[in-house]
């Protein structure tokens, strides 16, 4: 059983995970010299980032550079960054870029000090002018939706997470969730999002949400 798979943007290499274990394959990555044929390689687990599971849905988000990918899943809590060797054309063991795995709730900060609900599941890559004009490395900050949390955050190269809209008003009536537009930080709630996609050209967020069965989107003003 299979939940996500993907390419790598520079050499096209596949790699897809499994629910047992969350194991992470590369195809055609092992080869055989008495038959002549390839077979698929695992690379890894994730097991040592599951509490109480046999596995997990996971998603792999490439970066544009294509140096590392940022692994999510539900029952993970975290996000995770798996290295890219260019030499064997394999992702690595992942680390923990910010969250702490097993451990639910939010939080904002930077590394293990960031909180997030059981379930996020999908995120963009999205390129920031600042970094640019700086002449960073790494010039692409993360933006994921944190389903149960109900709210759309950004993570920094550096590990650093941040609300960008949702959660608005919580000391009213003690909810995160709901259905109210406006202000992004101020205003706006959202019902488990889902997935969000990012629009370059408009500078705009599409995001879908499960509960409120609605495509909502966030632009600049």
Known sequence: CSYTVC?????????????KNG?????????NPVTGKYSDKLLFSLSNFLNA????????????????????????HAILRSNYNEQTKEFEYPTVICGQPSTSGYAEGTGSAARFSKKMTD???VENPEYVKEGKEDQYDFYIV??????????TPEGVTSLVAGRANINKDGYTYGYVDGDPIREARFWTPECVAY???????????????????????
């Open 23 to 31: 194991g992470v394959y590369k195809v055609n990555g092992t080869y």
């Open 7 to 19: 390419s790598h943007p520079g050499d096209h290499t596949v790699f897809y995970q499994s629910w």
């Open 199 to 221: 629009d370059p050209d408009a500078e705009t967020f599409y995001i879908g949400e499960w509960s409120n069965h609605a495509i909502r989107y966030i632009t600049t003003e």
């Open 146 to 155: 944190d389903s149960y949390n109900d709210c759309l955050r950004k993570v």
């Open 123 to 125: 995120g963009n890559f």
């Open 53 to 76: 599971s046999d596995g997990v849905k996971e998603n792999f988000i490439v970066h544009p550079s294509g140096k590392y990918m940022y692994i999510l899943g539900q029952d993970i």
